[in-house]
């Protein structure tokens, strides 16, 4: 399987984006997706997760509230819908996978599939 990201780009404070992410040579239905983001200078921070088998999601405290993961069955891709956007959220967006539900879906040693990446500026 392979993930594309894309969707990143430049937007205000306060301001939404939605990120897209592609799986090819497998279906996003039978995947345990997650998104990352990394700024600059820091470590690669979970953003969220959804279970695959029941399309739970799980969020990290800085986003909980903000964004919303969904998957897209007709597009084989799964989405980050970002809203009320900061100037803290400005990061290089990373979706990764996994087949198997991980209790640690948090932690990006758990993710053995990574798309590329996709750059997201808030600007203040």
């Known amino acids: 399987v392979q993930l594309q990201a894309s969707g990143g780009g430049l937007v205000m404070d306060g301001g939404s984006l939605r990120l897209s992410c592609a799986a090819s040579?497998?279906?996003?239905?039978?995947?345990?997706m997650a998104w990352f983001r990394q700024a600059p200078g820091k470590e690669r921070e979970f953003v969220g997760a959804?279970?695959?088998?029941?399309?739970?999601?799980y969020y990290g405290d800085s986003v909980k509230g903000r964004f919303t993961i969904s998957r897209d069955n007709a597009k084989n891709a799964v989405t980050l819908q970002m809203n009320s956007l900061k100037p803290e959220d400005t990061a290089v967006y990373y979706c990764?996978?996994?087949?198997?539900?991980?209790?640690?879906?948090?932690?990006?040693?758990?993710?053995?599939?990574w798309g590329q990446g996709t750059l997201v500026t808030v600007s203040s």
């Open positions: 990764a996978a996994r087949y198997a539900w991980s209790l640690r879906y948090y932690s990006r040693d758990q993710y053995s599939i």
């Open positions: 040579g497998g279906t996003v239905r039978s995947l345990n």
């Open positions: 959804m279970r695959q088998s029941v399309t739970t999601t």
